[in-house]
C-alpha cells in the first residue's frame, strides 16, 4: 500500500466555522507533512510532523492548528479562516530515514472559504 | 535561504524530447528531487539525484551537476499525457534533520498532437 489518504475531497466553509482534514497512510512513514498550494504555485510547506511530533511549524497563522494523533493520522483543525486561505492542502509523508527523500502525496482536499 | 529557478512554461510535441532546467542557491544541499502534476492532482515523484550524473527511469531520465547547481529533467518519446506541471526541489536540513523540501515555481510542459 503505497497511498495516502485524505478526506473530505472538498470542502466549503464559512469563516466562523470549525472543521477538520484528515490525512492517513500505512506505509510506516514517520514523517508527515501539511502543505498549501495555491492555483499555479509550488506547494507552500505548513508543518512538519517527525516521529508524531511537530518539529516545524512555517510560522503558519493560528487558525490552523495540526494534531498526529499517531504514526498513521494527520490533522488539520481548521477555525476562522480567511477567503484567501481558500486553496487545495495536500498533505504528504516519507519513510523517515535519513536517506529517504521520496515524498508521497495524497489527493489534496480542495478548501473554499466563503 | 534557498531560491530555484525553472521555466515557466515548456512547449513540444508527440514524440519529442524535451528538457527542463533548473539552477538553485542553497546552504546544506543534500540532493535535487523531481516531482509531476496534473492539473487538480497532487504532486507525484519523478526522481531524486543526490550525487553528479544522470538517473534514468524508463522515458524520463534527471541530471545533476553539483558544482554548477544545476539539474535538469529530460522527457523522452513525449506524450500528451506528459502535459503537467514539473516542480524541481531541493533538499536541505533544518536543524534537528528533519527533510525539508523546497520547491521551484514549476513548468508547465504543453505537449502538443
Known amino acids: 500500500d503505497t497511498e495516502v489518504t485524505q478526506t473530505p475531497k472538498h470542502l466549503v466553509m464559512g469563516m466562523t466555522n470549525k472543521k477538520s482534514l484528515k490525512c492517513e497512510q500505512h506505509m510506516g512513514h514517520r514523517a508527515m507533512y501539511w502543505y498549501k498550494q495555491k492555483a499555479k504555485k509550488p506547494p507552500e510547506l505548513m508543518f512538519v510532523?517527525?516521529?508524531?511530533?511537530?518539529?516545524i511549524n512555517e510560522s503558519v497563522p493560528s487558525r490552523f492548528s495540526p494534531e498526529c494523533p499517531n504514526s498513521s493520522l494527520l490533522n488539520l483543525h481548521l477555525h476562522a479562516l480567511q477567503p484567501e486561505d481558500s486553496a487545495l492542502y495536500l498533505c504528504?509523508?516519507?519513510?523517515?530515514?535519513?536517506?529517504?527523500?521520496?515524498?508521497?502525496f495524497g489527493p489534496g482536499t480542495r478548501l473554499t472559504v466563503t | 535561504g534557498q531560491s530555484l529557478e525553472q521555466p515557466s512554461e515548456v512547449t513540444a510535441v508527440e514524440g519529442a524530447i524535451v528538457q527542463i532546467n533548473c539552477t538553485y542557491q542553497?546552504?546544506?544541499?543534500?540532493?535535487l528531487s523531481w516531482y509531476q502534476q496534473h492539473d487538480g492532482g497532487a504532486p507525484t515523484f519523478l526522481s531524486y539525484?543526490?550525487?553528479?550524473g544522470l538517473e534514468e527511469t524508463g522515458r524520463f531520465s534527471s541530471f545533476l551537476s553539483r558544482s554548477d547547481s544545476y539539474g535538469y529533467l529530460l522527457l523522452q518519446e513525449l506524450q500528451m499525457k506528459d502535459s503537467a506541471s514539473y516542480f524541481c526541489?531541493?533538499?536541505?536540513?533544518?536543524?534537528?534533520?528533519?527533510?525539508?523540501?523546497?520547491f521551484g515555481r514549476g513548468t508547465s510542459l504543453i505537449v502538443h498532437p
Open positions: 510532523y517527525s516521529y508524531e511530533k511537530l518539529s
Open positions: 542553497t546552504s546544506g544541499f543534500y540532493g
Open positions: 526541489a531541493v533538499r536541505d536540513w533544518q536543524s534537528g534533520g528533519s527533510y525539508i523540501p523546497t
Open positions: 539525484n543526490g550525487l553528479d
Open positions: 504528504a509523508s516519507r519513510h523517515g530515514t535519513g536517506y529517504s527523500y521520496e515524498q508521497y
